[in-house]
Every structure is written in C-alpha cells, then in structure tokens.
C-alpha cells in the first residue's frame, strides 16, 4: 500500500509556471507507476501524464504536451509535474494516482491510490 499527498500548487498567470510534487509513503514506491490527473469544476476527471517504473516511459494528454513534463525520483519517493506555459484551461484540482499491477495507464480507473488533490488556478 501507498500513500499519496500532492504540494505545489497555487494561483498563477497565464504563462506561469509550477512545480507539482507527490510525496509516496510506504514500501516499493519504485515499483508503482505513478499518474497524474486533474478535474475542473464540473468535469470529470481527466488524464494528463503518467510515467513508468524506470521513467522510460512518460505518455501525455494531447492538451499539455510540450508544456508538463512528468518525472520520478525513486529515492525520494517523489513524482513531479513541471508545469510550463500554463493556460486558464489547466485550472483544475490535480491527482496524483499510483498503480502497482499491469502496465502504464491513462484511465483513471486502473489506478489503485490517489492523493486528497492540489489546486492549481491560472489568471488570464
């Protein structure tokens, strides 16, 4: 089992730019593949990057790509989201997920543990 707690976010202008952390409690964390999602009011949640075991891979949602940039620290038990460029589209409550069994995923069903949520809101 894993825990999650997501920091960094905040208010911002467009054109900003944040850093997102997800600090991991427990055993193994270098075996979970680590996602991140995020939901706005009155939408359902949405993917926006994942990564894998070794970060070889790191898929992205079409809407960030070029501007995010997900990466792990295994020995820090932490995943990042670097967030450049950001727009007032990207406000939302952003996840952090974990996913122990199967491979990398962009749904948000296929991940086991989640984060509470960091809520990022971009000015125009």
């Known amino acids: 089992q894993v825990q999650l707690v997501e920091s960094g976010g905040g208010l911002v202008q467009a054109g900003g730019s944040l850093r997102l952390s997800c600090a991991a409690s427990?055993?193994?964390?270098?075996?979970?593949?680590m996602g991140w999602f995020r939901q706005a009011a009155g939408k359902e949640r949405e993917f926006v990057a994942a990564i894998s075991r070794s970060d070889a891979s790191t898929p992205y949602a079409d809407s960030v790509k070029g501007r995010f940039t997900i990466s792990r620290d295994n020995a820090k038990n932490t995943v990042y989201l670097q967030m450049n460029s950001l727009k007032p589209e990207d406000t939302a409550v952003y996840y952090c997920?974990?996913?122990?069994?199967?491979?990398?995923?962009?749904?948000?069903?296929?991940?086991?543990?989640w984060g509470p949520g960091t809520q990022v809101t971009v000015s125009p």
């Open positions: 427990g055993r193994m964390f270098s075996s979970y593949r």
């Open positions: 997920a974990a996913k122990y069994f199967g491979i990398l995923a962009m749904r948000a069903g296929e991940y086991d543990y």
